[in-house]
């Protein structure tokens, strides 16, 4: 449009009348291409015959919408972007001296997520707090785990997977059908759905050793597709689309979150109620999680992990130092796979149900995107957009007053996908290498210093 | 006259239906400097990558150090101590210097990281000054540099150098030539290298073939090939285009 007004130097009120101007040809444009898709809506009646009527609200709201949008957007945020990138080039290369509340902000973060059970107990009670540990708590996390654990694949070793849902399906899968078939426990089920995983990740890894990039990616994704296919179809088993319930829960070292006798309430003599279990079931994905993580950093340090970026980058560099690239490869395909199961037959335990549908392309979807919008492996960034994506999903869900605006009908969650897509566009325009874009090198001789992405162009973002 | 370290013999290279390599022969004696000049597209850094196994060879043999390596994948021939600096360096634009050269010390589970580094950095003490910068960020020649510096890391019985002059400066090839030397005649290190720069890598060499359309044409030290008319109108004289 008509950016390059920009490079001029704007007063102040030049910038306002500019703003308005752009905001009015925002609204007709609006007006133009929404006339017919929002402004009409089409039904049939009863006799088949096609009935129209006119949303004059609902199309002004989007006009309205889009008009002040751009007028914002010119008036403030294109002027904070301009300053910003100034600042930026005007800022001397600097070590900057880290703050000690940046420099411990991930002690910060721990102290805080063991803490926020208790804190939100305390707030709301016991049932009050259900909403928050388990909506944006518990699912929140497993979508944190199951982002470190695709960042093996995606992040270190570069290998584009499309169908990483799979393996997820494979775990809760696993715990489900063994636990109902054979009546297996949590904790026995728990690695063996991870190892189950990680042999899945390795049948992937065989036929895919070959390939890389577009044709990479496309293989997983069909792998993906056949694992929730087989799902489906294999009724026997699986129960197809029905799925699988009453999965049993996680035990506390053998003591079952239930109305028994022997039960986590009567134990300690507390009133029952499910809160325990979802408390319960909030430190346990925690803990996965860091191990997921930890997994990740110790492995970023050891020959395997420095094969795997290496091999990100040349693989013919990488075989000609002598790694060998197809054991480098299935290892990172298992190990990522395996995180992908743990997590999978957490989220059964939690369900106590599973059906095809929770292993949808969606799902691996949305998960890169996580990774993406993070920066490719980097734990931290990841994890802050784990909480943006899903905890901004589940706020969406709390959002009942827009209905107010847009009519009984409307459901905030459908909107999550925009949701998506709208961050996605914003991070990619402001940090096009995600939340933290720079890479913590692995070698040092003496002081530590990290390589800012920013002052690079190579790279594959 | 002493042992021989690599032999190859007969080797034919093919990508695809187009024969790169026509039977050559090759050998490089233990301590020797041996150079390999030729036109472009006349095969040499495919005889290089043939000897690390990328491609592999459809015929003839490749025998290093006493093993046969014809069939064995890159990473095992790796293993066997050939390091080879390749044609476009290859290094790893993400890591760091010193994570690129920590990549080359691999095969010790880098036992002699930090003695190495030192002895890279007094050779190119330009890397030095940039070993935490981004190796995909450095100017061509700090990453020529870079990538001989990788090769060397893996302590190697053979280096194989693909045009090691290759967008460096006068100066700066003198010093890598010197330095190539000076790990010759101190450390034994054997090389067999490829260069356009054929007056530097002659004078250099104890040996040297002459590459002509996916066959050696000729060969003879150093000395020879430098006085020989064919050699002198073909690479030296007429070989500034
Ligand atoms: N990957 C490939 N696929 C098909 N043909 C190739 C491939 N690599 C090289 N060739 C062909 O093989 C021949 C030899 O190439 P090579 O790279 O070995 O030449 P070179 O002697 O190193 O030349 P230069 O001095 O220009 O580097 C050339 O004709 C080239 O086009
Ligand atoms: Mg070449």
Request: with cysteine.
């Amino acid at each position: 449009m008509a950016n390059t007004v920009l490079d001029t130097p704007a007063t102040e009120g030049s910038l306002v009348g500019k703003a308005i101007k752009e905001a009015l040809f925002t609204g007709v444009m609006t007006l133009g291409l929404f006339l017919l898709y929002i402004g009409f809506r089409t039904d049939q009646d009863i006799s088949n015959t096609p009935i129209v009527y006119g949303r004059p609200g609902l199309l002004a709201i989007f006009v309205a919408i889009a008009a002040v949008g751009r007028f914002l957007m010119v008036v403030f945020v294109q002027p904070l972007l301009k300053a910003r990138k100034e600042a930026k080039a005007a800022a001397v290369v600097q070590d900057r001296e880290a703050t000690f509340f940046k420099k411990h902000i991930l002690k910060f973060a721990l102290v805080a997520l063991i803490f926020y059970p208790p804190v939100i107990v305390s707030l709301y009670g016991f049932q009050g707090s259900l909403k928050f540990v388990d909506n944006f708590g518990i699912q929140i996390l497993i979508y944190v785990m199951l982002a470190w654990g695709l960042n093996i694949v995606v992040g270190l070793a570069g290998l584009l997977d499309l169908g990483y849902v799979a393996f997820y399906a494979v775990g809760a899968y696993s715990y489900a059908l063994l636990s109902s078939y054979y009546g297996l426990s949590f904790w026995v089920l728990l690695p063996i759905s991870g190892i189950l995983a990680a042999f899945w990740g390795m049948i992937l890894g065989f036929p895919v050793l070959r390939l890389r990039g577009d044709y990479l990616a496309i293989v997983t994704l069909a792998f993906g597709e056949i694992i929730r296919l087989v799902l489906i179809n294999w009724t026997d088993v699986t129960k197809g689309t029905f799925g699988v319930s009453s999965i049993p829960k996680a035990t506390l070292f053998g003591i079952p979150f239930d109305a028994s006798p022997n039960g986590f309430a009567k134990m300690f003599g507390l009133p029952m109620s499910s809160a325990y279990y979802k408390i319960f079931l909030f430190y346990l994905i925690l803990v996965l999680c860091l191990i997921t993580a930890y997994v990740t950093i110790r492995l970023r340090r050891m020959p395997v992990g420095r094969a795997w970026e290496a091999l990100r980058e040349d693989e013919i560099a990488c075989r000609s130092l002598g790694i060998n690239t197809v054991t480098t490869k299935l290892t990172a395909f298992s190990i990522g796979a395996m995180f992908g199961g743990f997590a999978g037959s957490f989220f059964a335990a939690r369900q106590g149900f599973v059906s095809p549908e929770s292993f949808v392309f969606m799902e691996s979807a949305v998960i890169l995107a996580i990774v993406v919008l993070g920066g490719m492996g980097s734990l931290t960034g990841i994890a802050v957009a784990a909480i943006v994506m899903t905890g901004g999903t589940e706020l969406l869900r709390e959002m009942e007053f827009l209905k107010h605006f847009f009519g009984p009908d409307f459901t905030p969650e459908l909107y999550r996908m925009l949701l998506f897509g709208l961050a996605m566009v914003v991070v990619m325009i402001l940090k096009p290498r995600g939340f933290v874009g720079s890479r913590e090198p692995s070698a040092f001789l003496r002081e530590k210093k990290a390589v800012s992405g920013s002052f690079t162009k190579e790279g594959h973002g | 006259m002493s042992e021989t370290l690599l032999k190859v013999e007969g080797v034919e290279t093919y990508y695809g239906n187009i024969r790169a390599l026509g039977g050559v022969d090759v050998e490089v004696k233990k301590g020797e400097i041996v150079s390999l000049i030729g036109a472009n597209g006349a095969g040499k850094s495919t005889l290089m990558m043939t000897i690390c196994g990328a491609p592999q060879a459809r015929s003839g043999s490749i025998i290093f150090d006493g093993t046969d390596i014809t069939r064995m994948p890159t990473h095992l021939i790796a293993r066997m101590r050939i390091a080879q600096s390749p044609e476009g360096r290859r290094i790893f634009g993400r890591m760091t210097v010193l994570e690129n050269l920590q990549m080359g010390a691999g095969l010790d589970n880098l036992k002699y990281f930090k003695e190495d580094v030192e002895r890279i950095f007094e050779m190119f003490p330009r890397l030095k000054e940039r070993q935490s910068q981004r190796g995909g960020t450095l100017s061509g020649g700090e990453q020529q540099m870079l990538s001989i510096g990788r090769a060397l890391m893996a302590r190697p019985k053979l280096l194989l150098l693909d045009e090691p002059s290759l967008g460096l400066a006068p100066l700066i090839v003198k010093g890598i030539f010197e330095a190539i030397k000076k790990l010759n005649q101190e450390e034994g290190l054997t090389v067999f290298l490829v260069e356009q720069n054929a007056f530097a890598a002659l004078k250099l060499s104890d040996r040297a073939y002459v590459m002509v359309n996916g066959k050696v044409t000729m060969t003879g030290s150093g000395r020879e090939l430098l006085a020989n008319p064919e050699v002198r109108a073909a690479y030296l004289e007429g070989g500034h285009h």
